[in-house]
């Protein structure tokens, strides 16, 4: 769905108009006069549950929908109101739409975003369309009458820019493993990267294996498929601060020889996600301009059994020299991320975030709802959370103690490449850690936010474009 913040709605050329209000008096609310008619008409009274279309002549449509109790509205609780709003116009087979949504908060250009995704659906499979045929929805959100036209313009861009950093982590995500390898990964890499303007380089295996990624080179011995590593620079000349982001890029995890269940193994191609999120987030900042430099850097592969691929008892030397017993070899996403944290590192980055769907621990203990956050530097932590809180991407505080290092010593080498079942989340994050040279370094597990096994009242099923919108966020408060 394409969305532009309006500062004035012709209902003459609506499809259909949707009107999100919240519960209480709207005596008080921005509402056009005829608008305000039919809401009374309605006896509409704005419970989160409550849904009514009215027909009529300009619009010829009209649908209120409730969004429940105005001191409790966020962007995360609005959103399944607005993914409502793609659904019944798509059903509708709408062309045009109009939304009123006449609260201050969610901020407007969060609401733009949000409505942009709404109609969100992966199909570019499906051949068989007589029933799914999509028209394509222009949308219209009418902006608060307090904003000039200056503002209006820059919220709509501003909206747009993250809409498409948050579509291309989705899109990557949802395009099937046999697709998207970690040639093709690294080739969309070069291509957003053009269309942006940031600089993109793409190490093969040859240069992975100069550069001595022993984790990243071990992981992907059992694929036929070579690796890739990417360093994406977007680097703007007022620049004070310096970020680097890097993503695990596992375009599919069989889990090697400690293989996985064959049960949802297919929802694997998703293991790349963290990659796909580092594109998406250098994307969007490049279209916004921000004034801060960022270093997007990936390693991409497979994780699959073979006669030639890593094995449970093998000691593999790392990038920055450590080594690491080999006790699960699905405890690979760790692996290829130790070697990118490491380089990370060496660029001597004011801060470090990492994004991985890395531990099925992590899923058990906040399952979809939120990511795991950890970190040893407090202000990063409540910086992440604000943005996290104000985007609708929550993160939940999980510590990074020393004496979880227990847990993953090794008898044979510096350290095991698994703690076990306990702590499982936490012992991942400690492995890291050990690679981090970085006063002030983040890692999220998105394992369980990353995609959606199935479709929620707030989202479509697979890919969600987790990272984006609290990455941005975040960049904008340096």
């Known amino acids: 769905m394409f969305v532009d913040i309006s500062r004035e709605l012709k209902f003459s050329k609506l499809d259909h108009l949707f009107v999100l209000l919240a519960e209480g008096k709207h005596d008080d609310l921005s509402l056009p006069d005829p608008i305000r008619k ?25 649908t209120l929908i409730g969004v429940g109790k105005s001191d409790a509205l966020t962007i995360r609780g609005v959103r399944a109101q607005l993914t409502a709003v793609g659904r019944i116009a798509k059903k509708h087979r ?24 709404s109609d969100y659906k992966y199909d570019p499979y499906i051949t068989v369309k007589k ?5 394509p929805i222009d949308a219209a959100l009418l902006a608060p009458p307090s904003l000039d036209k200056k503002s209006v313009a820059q919220l709509a861009d501003h909206a747009r820019a993250i809409a498409a950093g948050v579509n291309t982590v989705r899109d990557l995500g949802n395009t099937p493993c046999n697709v998207m390898t970690p040639e093709r990964l690294a080739e969309r890499a070069q291509e957003v990267s053009k269309d942006a ?25 059992g694929s036929d498929l070579e690796p890739r590593f990417v360093v994406m620079e977007y680097t703007p000349k007022k620049a004070k601060k310096h970020v680097a982001l890097v993503g695990k890029g596992i375009t599919f995890d069989s889990g090697g020889i400690s293989i996985k269940p064959a049960e949802k193994m297919e929802e694997m191609k998703f293991d790349m996600c963290g990659a796909a999120a580092v594109i998406g987030i250098v994307e969007a900042a490049a279209k916004l301009e921000l004034p801060v430099k960022i270093t997007g850097i990936f390693a991409a592969t497979e994780n699959l059994p073979s006669g030639s691929a890593y094995k449970p008892g093998e000691i593999i030397t790392m990038m920055n020299g450590k080594t690491v017993e080999i006790v699960n070899t699905d405890a690979e996403g760790r692996m290829i991320l130790g070697d990118a944290l490491h380089y990370a590192s060496s660029l001597k980055p004011d801060h470090i975030i990492d994004y991985a769907t890395l531990t099925g621990a992590c899923v058990v203990a906040l399952a979809g709802d939120a990511a795991g956050l950890f970190t040893d530097d407090d202000a990063l932590a409540r910086n992440l959370i604000h943005a996290g809180e104000r985007t609708g991407e929550r993160l939940w505080r999980l510590p990074l103690w020393d004496e979880y290092k227990d847990l993953i010593r090794s008898e044979w080498a510096d350290m095991k490449n698994s703690g076990g079942r306990w702590g499982g989340a936490i012992t991942a ?3 890291l850690k050990e690679f981090v040279d970085c006063p002030s370094w983040a890692h999220l597990d998105i394992a369980g936010t990353a995609y959606a096994e199935n479709e929620s009242p707030r989202e479509a099923k697979g890919a969600t474009g987790a990272g984006v919108r609290v990455t941005i966020e975040f960049l904008q408060s340096l």
């Open 131 to 135: 029933d799914l045929k999509r028209y």
């Open 429 to 431: 994050a400690v492995f």
């Open 38 to 62: 039919i809401v009374r008409d309605a006896a509409f009274d704005g419970r989160a549950d409550v849904v009514v279309t009215i027909l009529g002549h300009e619009p010829r449509k009209v």
């Open 197 to 221: 303007g940031v600089k993109c380089t793409v190490y093969t295996k040859r240069d992975i294996e100069k550069m001595k990624m022993g984790g990243l080179i071990a992981v992907n011995r």
């Open 94 to 117: 709408d062309k045009s739409i109009g939304v009123i949504f006449p609260y201050a908060q969610p901020e407007t250009s969060a609401v733009a975003d949000a409505l942009a995704q």
